[in-house]
């Protein structure tokens, strides 16, 4: 299984930008994937979770409102729209994903997380 991010970049404040995440080599109808950021110095961060069983979706407490997670199953895609980017938003973000059925519900830790992509750096300038 092979997780590809992409979409990072540099915005100024109040801006947007959009992550892709695209998942290949693997088989199960169900899915439940998540979005996590680390900026420097920091814990890393649950940002938002999708699941494809009941397109259950839920996110960080510090994101609601403004970004949307959203999932394409014919590209095997899921997406993180960030609107409304604040310079706390600074990250390195990456995506992960576990081949279970069942809601998904936002952790910091990722442990249920089995795949992993690489990060893909967002910064938000001031």
């Known amino acids: 299984v092979q997780l590809q991010a992409s979409g990072g970049g540099l915005v100024q404040t109040g801006g947007s930008l959009s992550l892709s995440c695209a998942a290949s080599g693997f088989t199960s109808d169900y899915y439940r994937m998540a979005w996590f950021r680390q900026a420097p110095g920091k814990e890393r961060e649950g940002v938002s979770c999708?699941?494809?069983?009941?397109?259950?979706?839920d996110y960080a407490e510090s994101v609601k409102g403004r970004f949307t997670i959203s999932r394409d199953s014919a590209k095997n895609t899921v997406y993180l729209q960030m609107n409304s980017l604040k310079p706390e938003d600074t990250a390195v973000y990456y995506c992960?994903?576990?081949?279970?059925?069942?809601?998904?519900?936002?952790?910091?830790?990722?442990?249920?997380?089995?795949?992993w992509g690489q990060g893909t750096l967002v910064t938000v300038s001031s």
């Open positions: 999708i699941s494809s069983s009941d397109d259950s979706t």
């Open positions: 992960a994903a576990d081949f279970v059925r069942g809601p998904c519900y936002r952790s910091d830790h990722g442990y249920e997380y089995i795949y």
